[in-house]
Antibody
């Protein structure tokens, strides 16, 4: 059974940088899947941040593209999200997710991590 | 960006009764392979989203058959044949064809 687990700091200051990691178990990060990040501000809807393939190819949401970097660490079987120049509007639950196939998009999700941006 | 508009946004339903959620897209979601990349997710209170339906009508593994998806082009529907207590939560449609992928606003299903 594939499991995803987000980790990282939960309280950050404005203008700071968010760095989150998604540890993958039960599957290889090098399998033929896209690995995604999605966020959800408290009480609001879902926003797709972007996705990364094991070869490092990425697709980012243009609304965040100037501040987002995703990477893959094959040796640790994990992938990461970096978001710079934080403001309070970046406060959200951040989820990592996996496409099971090109058809079954975002079929597996992590439990999510609440990141709060506040001075 | 592709805008997905869901209706209704709030859906009170009596246990055992059917429920229906509409999702309309601002652009066609049909790829040149003929497949349509419209998915449905369920988010129960306090939980992560769960893929229910992919490519319009395909139920993901373990999804009860009381859930069904239909539609084509830009107009899609999620139906629950008989609502159960465990179906309470927010339902989102999502398009996975055009970058950036986008979600509908969400429909909150509650028991009347």
């Amino acid at each position: 059974q594939v499991q995803l687990q987000e980790s990282g700091p939960r309280l950050l200051k404005p203008s700071g940088t968010l760095s989150l990691t998604c540890a993958v178990s039960g599957a290889s990060i090098s399998s033929s899947n896209w690995w995604s990040w999605v966020r959800q501000p408290p009480g609001k809807g879902l926003e797709w941040i972007g996705e990364i393939y094991h070869d490092g190819s990425t697709n980012y949401n243009p609304s965040l593209e100037s501040r987002v970097t995703m990477s893959v660490d094959k040796s640790k079987n994990q992938f990461s999200l970096k978001l710079t120049s934080l403001t309070a509007t970046d406060t959200a639950v951040y989820y990592c997710a996996r496409d099971v196939s090109s058809d079954q998009q975002l079929a597996t999700w992590g439990q999510g991590i609440l990141v709060t941006v506040s001075s | 960006d592709v805008v997905l508009t869901q209706s209704p946004l709030s859906l009170p339903v009596t246990l055992g009764q059917p429920a229906s959620i509409s999702c309309r897209s601002s652009q066609s979601l049909v790829y040149n392979n003929g497949y349509t990349y419209l998915n449905w997710f369920q988010q129960r209170p306090g939980q992560s989203p769960r893929l229910l339906i992919y490519k319009v009508f395909n139920r993901d593994s373990g999804v009860p058959d009381r859930f069904s998806g239909s539609g084509s082009g830009t107009d899609f529907t999620l139906k629950i044949s008989r609502v159960e207590a465990e179906d309470v939560g927010v339902y989102y449609c999502m398009q996975g064809l055009h970058w950036p992928y986008t979600f509908g606003q969400g429909t909150k299903l509650e028991i009347k």
